[in-house]
């Protein structure tokens, strides 16, 4: 028998050899290419948690932020706004575990919360005025390599699809157009 306070506790042995671990805790890096010619690319940092490794289906959540300078469609153009994406997205994940690695696929949903900052000074001819918030899908794929028993690397691919609508005017007039970033 274990000494008393000692009950239920798992050894690092025990932890190594496949006992689920219920937290890991991270630094995403990434790349974001919105699908639109007038919004730039953009590299981008957050947090990033795993709630166990276990594999078959189970919950799953995800966030995403990002934003994007928009400019016109000619090269060189200044920037003429900035949109900030935040997707709040919900749906399943069904993960393969492997020896120290572990495979999820993802289908997630759910709404992007978007805003709007324009420059000081626009001088074009097309002026943004507003966005909206849009639905938001984004199927993903992640791999995960644990390297120790606190240690983990993650590689993985998203593709998120939201539309948000811009209105602005263009040569006078309020006109809206839709934005796959």
């Known amino acids: 028998p274990a000494p008393i306070g000692q009950q239920g506790a798992i050894s690092d042995d025990e932890q190594r050899d496949g006992a689920p671990q219920w937290l890991a805790v991270g630094i995403s890096v990434g790349q974001s290419t919105p699908a639109d010619d007038g919004l730039a690319d953009h590299m981008k940092l957050g947090p990033m948690v795993r709630l166990g490794n ?10 995403g932020w990002f934003r994007a300078d928009w400019r016109a469609h000619a090269p060189g153009a200044p920037v003429m706004g900035r949109i900030r994406v935040r997707p709040v997205l919900g749906g399943l994940a069904y993960g393969f575990q492997g020896d120290g ?3 999820s696929v993802a289908l997630l949903g759910g709404v992007a919360f978007n805003s709007l900052s324009l420059p000081e000074a626009l001088t074009e001819q097309e002026i943004p005025i507003s966005i909206t918030n849009s639905l938001a899908v984004r199927p993903g794929v992640s791999l995960w390599f644990d390297i120790s028993r606190r240690f983990a690397v993650n590689v993985g691919g998203s593709y998120l699809i939201t539309r948000p609508r811009v ?3 263009e040569n006078g007039q309020i006109q809206t157009r839709s934005l796959r970033a």
């Open 167 to 169: 209105r602005l005017i």
């Open 101 to 103: 690695r572990s495979l």
């Open 54 to 63: 276990s594999g078959g289906l189970a919950p799953a959540i995800g966030f």
